[in-house]
């Protein structure tokens, strides 16, 4: 009994009682934060934000990949990916308005023009910089994404105003219980895992895949190893652009209005996203995606003027996550070695 | 050994110039280059000191900056607000918005000083010893990080009081110094003193977001920075919300446009003399050793954390000094002039210029201006779209055929380091040094 009680005095449990204080102290904040945002305006206001963030998210997440897969293999931050994504979301316009073609052929039209761009600039622009200092190459990169911005804003190619996109199929509204669902969300949902799971595949499951990732391990001793490695990183360039492209398409249909210059915020938002899920890491870029769209919806629905400060929301969280874990969500810890 | 005579290397460097300012400031009065292109003249000198910055940053502590724009953007805007006020007096009073810059600056200094009096360093050191015993080192983490919180609002409230009564104090002084100084005078050293704002907004802004964020890697710090100035463009497109006569995203009008050639040539041979002294000084060596191999100068004993935030400040006081000409250069202001697009000018100067050279720098940044301008004039009618596809062409024919840059380190002239007087060194007997291994293991 009198142990018990002196144990109860002792400095040492006083001060675990104030830690557990301030560990329930931020539980419940956190908790009082999320019951407040569903009380603020009912909780189908609050589940249909969610839903719409992660709508954005598996958007982004697309882009994502082909940012953080390239970065993975070559260690070049890709600024003409995001202007990739807007070359599919035109081709797929023109297939869709001007040759009346269905969703599926447009969205295959698309990924397979990015494919194509996408091989050629890493043949015309990258690749005699591979053992050039990294700032080269990200330099051209610069310069890829200003020329693909600047030449398709030209009139005869894709002209420099804002065009309506014609969605390939009709919209249907779902009302489950006042949340509103359209089969856009379903199709880009279903899409998206679609892509992912092939993906996935391609990756873990074949021998290419198995390439990538000893390219990104280690480079000299995959070639040592008798892997094409040229190859391999133009495939890699091949996948990210085939999944950008889908992700035009699928932003397009979302958000009806495309212009020549739509593929910089998005671009930079997956970018940050793939950031934060630690780049690199397929998985990491994937949840980092979500998080992004959640934070870009969450943002507007919730913060005064958030439809106007969301990017300075958004990449808040970067470097909030960036202070308290710098190498990202998934990222491994950077090793110094000497 | 004898030295060569030769001509010393401040010379030519001056000459240069003195033909440089000389030449301009003379076809000005000539009449004869347009008001344009004096205009892109001077521009051409910002963003040579803004480059300038950057390259310290980036080409010679190797800190791998993409928000330098950010900086900028806090220099124009932070100076324009200064001699806006004076003209239009919008604060009330002609120093007002002066008087609450300078004081709020001189309290964050005050309360970094007294926070940094407080040796939270040690403290927390002192609290984890005490409680290693009892808690968690998590645990502990999160209990000291809220005493120091705690401590660290007490030193902003000693600072924020401060800069309160020093504000009251700088009114009063400044309005007497209004009403006796003549007009064009008085024109003159508001301008001054709002560049010279300009240049410390920035500086302080970036050692405070420097502080956290230059211990990430290399690749992360870029990422961050390029985050803080896209938060920077969205908090300046939204800037009316806090001062309306920043006018967000419909842009700052009525900014007197009192920069000439003079003022943007004396900043930038003042941002050239600086930087290069910097550079050749201990710490420019210091510095560049840190560039060179992080982990190799931390064993040296140089202070590496220190180093990066020093380069990072003077880096961001250039872009401020050089955002405070800008403002004043063109008398308008928008969010979208200091965009994630137009961030990659100084980035690319540098490059083009050769990473860690002031030389290469200075004529990228006057070519790359004026190539920019120049194909505004050379393309014929119904082609001025083609601007920015034959550009980034240029770009990638550059970084194809040279990717060091134009001059790659080398130096020019007087931004050479001088060399040091040729000492004879006493070289040991190479017999003897050969004879000894071979002796030791006979025995």
Redesign the interface.
């Known amino acids: 009994m009198t142990s018990i009680t002196r144990s109860l005095a002792s400095?040492?449990v006083l001060?675990?009682a104030?830690?557990w204080a301030?560990?329930i102290a931020l539980g419940v904040g956190i908790l009082w934060g999320v019951v407040a945002l569903v009380r603020l305006q009912g909780p189908v206001f609050f589940l249909q934000a969610v839903l719409d963030g992660l709508r954005l998210g598996f958007v982004y997440a697309l882009i994502a990949l082909g940012y953080t897969m390239v970065y993975g293999i070559v260690?070049l931050?890709n600024f003409a990916h995001g202007d990739i994504f807007m070359v599919g979301a035109f081709t797929s316009f023109y297939a869709i308005t001007q040759y009346k073609w269905g969703f599926f052929p447009a969205i295959l039209l698309a990924m397979f023009v990015c494919v194509l761009l996408n091989v050629v600039i890493e043949r015309v622009?990258y690749k005699?910089?591979r053992n050039?200092?990294r700032?080269?190459?990200l330099?051209?990169a610069?310069?890829?994404?200003?020329?693909l911005?600047?030449?398709t804003?030209?009139?005869w190619v894709f002209s420099?105003d804002y065009i309506t996109y014609q969605r390939p199929f009709k919209v249907v509204v779902w009302n489950i219980k006042g949340i509103l669902i359209s089969n856009i969300t379903v199709i880009i949902v279903i899409t998206t895992v679609l892509l992912l799971l092939i993906l996935r595949y391609i990756v873990y499951n074949t021998r290419m895949g198995k390439a990538m990732r000893a390219t990104a391990l280690d480079k000299p001793t995959a070639r040592l190893m008798g892997i094409n490695v040229d190859g391999v990183i133009s495939f890699t360039f091949a996948l990210g652009a085939a999944l950008a492209g889908a992700g035009g398409v699928l932003y397009a249909i979302a958000f009806p209005q495309i212009v020549t210059f739509m593929g910089?915020m998005p671009g930079?938002k997956a970018?940050?996203a793939a950031?934060l899920g630690g780049?690199g890491n397929i998985m990491g870029a994937f949840v980092g995606s979500l998080l992004m769209g959640m934070v870009d919806v969450l943002v507007v629905s919730f913060v005064p003027?958030g439809s106007?400060?969301r990017?300075?929301f958004a990449?808040?969280v970067?470097?909030i996550v960036?202070?308290v874990k710098?190498?990202g969500i998934f990222g491994e810890p950077?090793v110094?070695k000497? | 050994m004898r030295r060569k005579f030769s001509i010393p290397s401040w010379i030519p460097t001056v000459l240069v110039a003195a033909i440089l300012y000389i030449g301009v400031a003379y076809a000005r009065a000539q009449g004869k280059i347009s008001p344009y292109w004096y205009q892109v003249a001077q521009l051409a000198a910002v963003m040579a000191i803004s480059s300038l910055g950057l390259n310290l940053i980036y080409g010679f502590n190797g800190q791998f900056s993409l928000g330098h724009i950010g900086f900028y953007a806090v220099g124009a805007y932070g100076s324009a607000l200064i001699t806006k006020d004076y003209l239009t007096k919008w604060s009330g009073n002609p120093v007002g918005a002066l008087s609450w810059i300078v004081a709020v600056q001189i309290g964050l200094l005050l309360a970094f000083f007294v926070i940094g009096r407080m040796r939270l360093g040690a403290l927390r050191r002192k609290m984890r010893d005490a409680l290693s015993e009892a808690l968690k080192p998590g645990e502990i983490g999160i209990i000291s990080a809220i005493v120091l919180l705690i401590l660290a609002a007490a030193g902003l409230a000693i600072g924020a009081g401060a800069s309160y009564g020093l504000h009251l104090l700088l009114v009063q002084g400044l309005g007497r110094l209004v009403a006796i100084t003549p007009k064009p005078v008085m024109e003159q050293v508001i301008l001054f003193l709002a560049l010279l704002n300009g240049g410390t907004m920035a500086a302080l802004l970036s050692y405070l977001v420097g502080l956290p964020l230059l211990r990430l890697g290399s690749d992360y710090f870029g990422i961050a920075t390029l985050g803080f100035a896209v938060m920077m463009y969205t908090a300046l497109q939204n800037s009316d919300m806090v001062i309306p006569t920043m006018k967000g995203a419909r842009g700052m009008v009525g900014i007197p446009r009192w920069t000439s050639w003079p003022w943007a040539f004396g900043a930038l041979v003042f941002s050239v003399i600086v930087m290069r002294n910097l550079v050749r000084s201990s710490h420019g060596r210091a510095m560049i050793s840190v560039r060179e191999d992080e982990i190799a100068a931390k064993t040296m004993g140089v202070d590496v954390n220190q180093l990066k935030t020093l380069a990072f400040t003077f880096g961001g006081f250039f872009a401020g000094l050089a955002g405070g000409l800008y403002a004043h250069l063109y008398g308008f202001l928008h969010p979208s002039t200091f965009n994630m697009v137009k961030g990659f000018d100084p980035l690319i100067i540098i490059v083009f210029g050769g990473l860690g050279s002031m030389t290469g720098t200075l004529v990228a940044a006057f070519l790359f201006t004026f190539i920019i301008e120049g194909l505004r004039v050379i393309l014929p009618q119904g082609f001025e779209d083609w601007r920015f596809v034959i550009y980034p062409i240029f770009l990638l024919l550059i970084m194809l055929l040279r990717q060091q840059g134009l001059l790659g380190t080398s130096e020019w002239g007087w931004f050479r380091a001088p060399l040091p007087p040729a000492r004879e060194i006493p070289v040991p007997d190479r017999t003897v040094v050969r004879q000894q291994p071979a002796a030791e293991k006979e025995s």
Do not use: C, H, N, W
């Open positions: 400095p040492k001060l675990r104030v830690a301030v560990y260690r931050i622009a005699p910089l050039a200092p700032i080269a190459a330099i051209t610069i310069g890829v994404s200003f020329f911005e600047y030449f804003a030209l009139k420099a910089i930079l970018f940050v950031v780049i003027m106007r400060l990017d300075l990449f808040l970067l470097i960036f202070l710098p190498t950077e110094e000497v």
